[in-house]
């Protein structure tokens, strides 16, 4: 779908979109992006000003039964294994995470999966002091500790929980899930509790190191 919007400065408008609610199991993703229509004193025509993606209709197949599912644990003294049908997870106690995804005899893991609290530096937070200031979440980042502290067999798979202690941020409490589903998704999710007087943190999320063999990589962020 294509329109043309002439709008004057902090002026507001409404567009009607169709959107086709697919029958077919999967996520659907709506994308509007504007671009400008002529060249302007501060960018040239095709400058892309505005973009965002939602999710726009969800059907899920239904993965919950009344049975127990059918992964495989295998529980041992340093790593924590979670085997299915063409998959295989391996969760470890002593680098806190996961070391190994194998999908279709294919390693897809090159490092272990680690939480980041940082960022490079832009102009702006070099001014600013940020470096200095929040120095203590790269500390963090490099250095933290995490913990496995259990695992669940559930109806929708296999969770795994972690907890952090991060150096110079003691009182700051962070807790990472992931579940493992049958079909080989794993679904990561993490809280951080913040404490008084920590500093503003530049980053959370997590680092993936994956094998330079990979053509194509899809990641799916949901708030």
Same mark, same amino acid.
């Given at each position: 779908?294509?329109?043309?919007?002439?709008?004057?400065?902090?002026?507001?408008?409404?567009?009607?979109?169709? *959107?086709?609610?697919y029958?077919?199991?999967?996520?659907?993703?709506?994308?509007?992006?504007?671009?400008?229509? #002529?060249? +302007?004193?501060?960018?040239?025509?095709?400058?892309?000003?505005a973009?965002?993606? $939602?999710?726009?209709?969800?059907k899920?197949? #239904?993965?919950?039964?009344?049975?127990?599912n059918?992964?495989?644990?295998?529980?041992?003294?340093?790593?924590?294994?979670?085997?299915?049908?063409?998959f295989?997870?391996? *969760?470890s106690?002593?680098?806190?995470?996961?070391?190994?995804?194998i999908?279709?005899?294919?390693?897809?893991?090159?490092?272990?999966?680690k939480?980041?609290?940082?960022? $490079?530096?832009?102009d #702006?937070?070099? +001014?600013?002091g940020?470096?200095f200031?929040?120095? $203590?979440?790269?500390? +963090?980042?490099?250095?933290?500790?995490?913990?496995m502290?259990? *695992?669940?067999?559930?109806?929708?798979?296999?969770?795994?929980?972690?907890?952090?202690?991060?150096?110079?941020?003691?009182?700051?409490?962070?807790?990472?899930?992931?579940?493992?589903?049958?079909?080989?998704i794993?679904?990561?999710?993490?809280?951080?509790?913040? +404490?008084?007087?920590?500093?503003?943190?530049?980053? *959370?999320?997590?680092?993936?190191?994956?094998?330079?063999?990979?053509?194509?990589l899809?990641?799916?962020?949901?708030?």
């Amino acid at each position: 779908m294509n329109s043309k919007i002439d709008l004057e400065p902090m002026a507001e408008t409404s567009i009607k979109m169709t *959107f086709t609610n697919y029958n077919e199991v999967g996520e659907y993703i709506l994308t509007v992006s504007f671009f400008l229509d #002529n060249n +302007a004193e501060w960018a040239e025509e095709g400058h892309d000003v505005a973009f965002e993606q $939602a999710i726009k209709c969800k059907k899920e197949k #239904n993965e919950i039964s009344p049975v127990v599912n059918k992964l495989k644990v295998i529980d041992g003294y340093i790593h924590l294994g979670v085997h299915g049908d063409n998959f295989r997870v391996l *969760f470890s106690r002593v680098k806190g995470g996961i070391v190994s995804y194998i999908y279709n005899g294919k390693e897809y893991i090159l490092e272990p999966i680690k939480i980041n609290f940082w960022r $490079a530096p832009i102009d #702006n937070d070099i +001014a600013n002091g940020m470096p200095f200031k929040s120095g $203590a979440w790269k500390l +963090a980042s490099l250095y933290g500790r995490a913990k496995m502290e259990h *695992f669940k067999e559930k109806l929708e798979g296999v969770e795994v929980i972690y907890t952090y202690i991060l150096p110079a941020l003691e009182n700051v409490k962070i807790e990472v899930k992931y579940l493992v589903k049958e079909t080989g998704i794993i679904e990561i999710s993490g809280e951080l509790e913040g +404490a008084k007087g920590v500093p503003n943190i530049p980053e *959370f999320g997590m680092i993936f190191v994956l094998k330079n063999t990979l053509k194509n990589l899809v990641i799916l962020l949901v708030d």
